[in-house]
């Protein structure tokens, strides 16, 4: 154990100490969000990401100790462990050399190798192996043998030949070496299967396409792997052959004889029979692991940015869900979301229609003294959102609301269980609505795999995906915190310690005696015991309670902390959260001690300067160009305003308000020179892009910022501003090399509006 925190250190570039203390507190089941922010004096401030990587490096270690366990058993009963196989199992530090070492060893089904054992050939093939100069003839004829099958020289020769094979594949030392090469040196190769050339069109750049197994992106391994999977293309992994033989010679080969000849065409053999197919193996298995982890962060960023998106809060919202023949779906939210009236309106379907949608959407902005109007931007969204504004309702704010996801909400237990008496187009306006209001809460609601901002998200390991998601969403709402009297279940299941059952109890016990007045009384919720209470207690709001610090993020534990700071400078709590002179008057280094440092004492202090803050960024409303609602209105130099939709390692898609996203290529982000599209965009930030290519039959649409950024610096998400690059910063890559291979991502986010409505 000692040693896997001194490994886990010195690979994270932290201390053994941070480490052991981590791990402890993940143990005794402390989360990441608690341990990150409610524990800085043990881990030394380590942050979420770096506890949580501590938290994966340590489960695959515990995992790579509990095969090596199994090993060890397995070559005890088999009465193979020697002393220094022993130390090479111990010694091993990845699942690889672990199980190279094993191989050997490991039960396998009858092969050559094994067959020619049964024989009686493991002699000569020692023999063969050695290279000594001897009348190899003569000493084959030995091992003739009619009754065990070996019935001429050359069988004996070939059997020999089929276990020298095995050994030099099962090699440890060499199948590192082997491995190393192909990772290095290897390329892919994918070539279309005859045939398939229009029902793989979309692949059409990997018809004949070769690439470094070392350099070839997440999102390209991807999009082969699954041309392959459909049957559109052949993929294969092609290393340097003439360098893997001499390889494997350099290590085998000892003379220059007859004995030397066997063990080379030993070598063709195993090579191109075993090894080959074994490392290819591994390889695939090896990028799709890389390439899974990839998109599996991009996926796990976009839906961050997603969940903290600015929220419009607590306002009296209009929802509407557009439609042409079927008409629009509309609802009225109060300011806690709840549903106060559900209609529908035809302002697209003739003249009396638009007349009657028009009077209804006045009278119910009265009604209910509606605040902001929210318009999914589905089908007819563009033009419903021109119908609203045309209405010129006073003080009402007018936003497009990114509907993805609200249809399979509606379809869902959640929303069943909310509205059961509703149907599924009413559901999907409030989530509309909601998701306007608040982001965060709405959107824990649906399968964050269903919202459409990922990159290959159905093609990677599934149960990575979920852990990744589960960590951002966690994180997320723990970041923004929860009020505790109108959370619902879906988002209370993410606060730091409780889950889907705590959070059933705690809205069972709300609604059987009202709202909570207090944290201390979570202890009251069935259940909920005092590892769930330290662990929720500081994420959870109480807006208006009687102790102050209810609503903030200050931790029930330091209360006490909090009350004697405030005695020590005869005030009350509730003062030192209004009055800042009050506050600077408190000399924090008197209140350190073991347990408390200053890390804790300034998040107190923050949190008592803004108690409960939202970290959120404010929201600022947006409207598309008018008169600009399909693709077919766009020209090429056209200039948008835009919001970004969906982050890949490729580029950016962005929402124009024409229904279908362009995408601007990670070369037409900005002037400078950027490896991740992340590094200058984030979900929902708003943007100023150029049409620079239009293909209606293929709903392709090309954007750039470059042209925009010429003129004005691009606001960085932290508020800075990036000022403009060097000539010779520029990007040079040409974004038409790669734009086709990423047709599919563009069908697919088309497919899924589709399917979303």
């Given amino acids: 154990m000692i040693s896997h925190f001194k490994k886990i250190a010195s690979e994270l570039s932290i201390t053994e100490k941070q480490v052991s203390a981590t791990i402890d507190l993940l143990d005794e089941g402390s989360t990441v969000p608690f341990i990150s922010r409610y524990r800085k004096e043990m881990t030394s401030s380590l942050d979420e990401v770096q506890v949580a990587a501590i938290r994966d490096r340590m489960q695959q270690l515990r995992e790579l100790d509990k095969r090596r366990e199994a090993i060890l058993k397995s070559l005890t009963e088999l009465g193979k462990l020697t002393p220094q196989l022993e130390q090479a199992v111990n010694a091993a530090e990845s699942m690889a050399i672990l199980e190279d070492i094993y191989l050997p060893y490991r039960p396998k089904r009858k092969t050559r190798a094994t067959a020619a054992r049964e024989k009686g050939l493991q002699p000569l093939a020692d023999i063969v192996l050695e290279q000594g100069r001897i009348d190899l003839d003569s000493e084959a004829a030995k091992y003739i043998d009619t009754e065990k099958g070996v019935n001429t020289l050359d069988e004996a020769l070939a059997g020999a030949r089929d276990i020298i094979a095995e050994h030099i594949a099962e090699n440890a030392e060499l199948r590192t070496h082997v491995r190393t090469l192909f990772l290095e040196k290897g390329d892919f190769q994918s070539k279309v299967i005859p045939g398939k050339e229009e029902e793989g069109i979309k692949y059409k750049d990997y018809f004949d396409w070769k690439e470094p197994v070392k350099s070839a992106p997440s999102h390209r391994i991807l999009a082969m792997r699954r041309a392959e999977k459909e049957e559109i293309l052949y993929l294969d992994v092609l290393p340097q052959e003439e360098e893997a033989i001499d390889i494997i010679e350099n290590q085998f080969i000892k003379g220059n004889n007859a004995c030397t000849g066997q063990v080379k065409l030993a070598i063709a053999d195993g090579y191109k029979r075993l090894l080959k197919p074994s490392m290819e193996t591994e390889v695939r298995l090896h990028t799709k692991k890389k390439a899974d982890e990839e998109a599996i962060r991009v996926f796990a960023e976009n839906m961050r940015q997603l969940l903290l998106g600015a929220p419009l809060g607590q306002k009296r919202v209009m929802a509407i869900d557009p439609g042409f023949r079927t008409g629009c779906k509309v609802v009225c939210l109060d300011e806690q979301g ?80 909310e509205f059961p008496d509703k149907d599924v187009t009413v559901r999907g306006a409030v989530s509309i609505g909601r998701r306007l209001m608040d982001p965060l809460a709405e959107l824990v609601k649906i399968d964050p795999k269903s919202i459409g901002v990922g990159q290959y998200q159905h093609d990677v390991d599934q149960n990575k995906l979920q852990i990744a998601l589960d960590d951002t969403v966690i994180s997320s709402v723990n970041a923004v915190g929860v009020e ?23 809205i069972e016990y709300r609604n059987l005696n009202g709202a909570f007045k207090k944290r201390s009384e979570l202890r009251k919720v069935t259940r909920l015991g005092d590892k769930a209470f330290e662990q929720a207690a500081g994420f959870l709001r109480i807006r208006n309670a009687d102790n102050p610090l209810d609503a903030s993020g200050v931790h029930p534990e330091r209360y006490a902390l909090v009350e004697q700071m405030a005695q020590d400078i005869n005030c009350k709590v509730k003062d030192l959260m209004q009055n800042e002179q009050l506050r600077k008057s408190i000399p924090l280094k008197k209140y350190v001690t073991e347990q408390v440092g200053l890390p804790t004492l300034n998040d107190i202090m923050a949190e008592l300067a803004k108690p409960g803050r939202d970290p959120r960024e404010q929201f600022e409303a947006f409207s598309f160009t008018e008169g600009v609602n399909a693709i077919g209105d766009l020209k090429i130099g056209m200039e948008l305003p835009g919001i970004v939709t969906n982050i890949t390692a490729f580029g950016a898609f962005v929402d124009i308000g024409v229904h279908q996203d362009g995408l601007v290529h990670l070369s037409q982000i900005t002037n400078r020179y950027i490896k991740d599209p992340n590094e200058v965009l984030k979900v929902h930030q708003k943007v100023k892009v150029t049409v620079t290519e239009i293909d209606v039959n293929r709903k392709r649409i090309a954007l750039s910022m470059k042209a925009n950024e010429q003129r004005d610096a691009v606001k960085h998400p932290g508020g800075k501003f990036i000022s403009k690059p060097k000539p010779e910063q520029a990007e040079r890559r040409s974004p038409e090399k790669h734009r086709n291979e990423e047709t599919d991502m563009l069908a697919k986010l088309a497919a899924l509006k589709s399917k979303f409505r």
């Fill in 484 to 506: 505790l009297n109108t959370a619902s279940k879906q988002i209370l299941a993410y606060v730091s310690g409780l889950g889907p059952q705590l959070a059933q109890n705690i």
């Fill in 338 to 417: 709840k549903l106060l009236e559900n209609t529908n309106i035809y302002p697209h379907t003739g003249a009396g229609n638009l007349k009657d949608a028009e009077k209804t959407v006045t009278h119910l902005c009265a009604q209910f003294n509606i605040e902001a109007i929210a318009i999914g931007n589905g089908t007819a969204g563009r033009e419903t959102e021109t119908f609203v504004r045309a209405l010129n309702l006073p003080d009402v704010v007018i936003v497009m609301v990114n509907e993805a996801g609200a249809s399979v909400y509606s379809a869902s237990d959640v929303a069943r269980e």
